[in-house]
């Protein structure tokens, strides 16, 4: 019997997939050392754990509204205000099971079949297929290394065809670490409001900011908030990868299609998760700041690293916690009687010979790069970076 094609359609997540071989080498018992997934290394913080424990104690074991409750889009409204200066109401958030969860429901609300979104690469591997899964049509909008892998407000408009609906706007980046300016976010405003179309403004990685201003797109007027989603959650900035909160903050109309879509779809978020990110979103961010300058140092030491090896390089990312490698010039070099033809195969070689977990770049629409993930101990760092300089001088 024929399954969907739709569903045939779509690749799994290579993030995932090379985490999940990284995690079964090492539960093997084999000596791998792991880049792969973005995930941060340290745990959630006490008085988070603390929240969830007295709800389950307390009973918060049940259903909650669909969408969230009403405490933690409460939460969600003071943080956006206190940080972001954007006023919302409770009405216009959607609480959902990770970001990953929200970005689906924001391409199924926006989304008829045939629409377009602008996706720029350099990419985070989910958002063409969230669109596909939509019925929408994701397009490319290639930027340049050299351009620290930014579109200008130029090329986003040569992009624009009468079908497209919406940009993927992700700063700081996954994969590239890059980081929109306030006046690069301005003149790319300007042509979203020219094109009255949306912006699903992934900023999932705001608190990890190295140099540069952290600022939403949709603060910049009233007209662009009105033009964009917002899409944030608590995994990275709080360390709550496995908690799975997510959220959106959207005009009222987009929420209520996503609210009632979810209501049928998942039901609520985890209940005890929601209490407790009441707590992390209430509790400051002396945590985040602290985690922040780790990543900062292990940012530096890599960068510096894979630039004094011969036939590597790297930009220095602004924000989140990853490093673009270009590997182009090991290209047609040989590792043994296997050629190196692409970062796909460098990054099998690297892990099958030098036990290292990185990502290729294709599964980002980086062809001759590879990803690393710095959300991991410095001793792990300098043995994942030792490991390449030896292979890298065993290619011949
Ligand atoms: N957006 C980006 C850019 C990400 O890197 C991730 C990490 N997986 C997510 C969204 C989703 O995060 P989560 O589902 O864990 O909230
Ligand atoms: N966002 C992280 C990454 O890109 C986690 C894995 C995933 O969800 O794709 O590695």
């Known amino acids: 019997m024929q399954l969907s094609q739709k569903y045939s359609a779509i690749s799994p997540s290579p993030t995932l997939t090379i985490d999940a071989k990284f995690k079964s080498m090492k539960a093997e018992g084999i000596d791998v050392v792991g880049f792969g997934a973005g995930e941060p290394d340290f745990d959630t913080p006490a008085h988070i754990k603390a929240a969830a424990i007295e709800a389950i104690e307390n009973g918060v074991t049940k259903y909650t509204p669909a969408s969230g409750t009403l405490e933690l889009k409460k939460a969600i409204c003071d943080k956006l205000l206190r940080e972001n200066g954007l006023s919302y109401k409770p009405s216009e958030i959607v609480v959902s099971n990770g970001a990953k969860h929200s970005l689906t429901n924001v391409f199924g609300a926006i989304l008829n079949p045939g629409d377009e979104v602008i996706i720029p690469a350099p990419f985070w591997v989910s958002y063409p297929e969230m669109v596909k899964l939509a019925d929408g049509v994701p397009c490319t909008l290639e930027t340049k290394e050299e351009n620290d892998f930014k579109f200008t407000a130029e090329e986003l408009e040569a992009a624009i065809t009468p079908k497209t609906k919406a940009l993927v706007l992700n ?63 608590l995994s990275k900035t709080f360390a709550m990868t496995g908690w799975r909160i997510g959220y959106t903050a959207s005009p009222e109309p987009i929420a209520k299609l996503m609210s009632s879509v979810q209501s049928h779809a998942t039901s609520n978020p985890n209940s005890i998760a929601q209490a407790a990110s009441v707590a992390a979103l209430n509790g400051g961010i002396d945590f985040v700041c602290e985690m922040k300058a780790e990543y900062k140092k292990r940012r530096d030491f890599m960068v510096a690293r894979i630039n004094s090896i011969p036939g590597l390089s790297c930009r220095k990312p602004c924000g989140a916690f990853y490093v673009m490698m270009n590997m182009k010039a090991l290209i047609g070099k040989k590792c043994g009687d296997e050629v190196i033809d692409s970062a796909a195969k460098f990054a099998e070689l690297f892990l099958d010979k030098a036990l290292v977990a990185v990502v290729p770049g294709e599964g980002f629409m980086a062809d001759g790069y590879v990803r690393w993930s710095y959300a991991t101990n410095m001793e792990n760092i300098k043995k994942g970076l030792d490991r390449l300089e030896t292979f890298v001088k065993t290619l011949s």
């Open 171 to 233: 700063s700081p980046s996954n994969p590239t670490g890059m980081v929109y300016t306030r006046a690069e976010l301005e003149k790319i405003a300007e042509v979203i409001l020219k094109h009255d179309m949306f912006v699903v403004s992934d900023e999932i990685y705001e608190h990890l900011i190295y140099e540069g201003e952290r600022l939403s797109i949709a603060s910049l007027s009233e007209e662009m908030k009105e033009r964009t989603i917002i899409v944030n959650g």
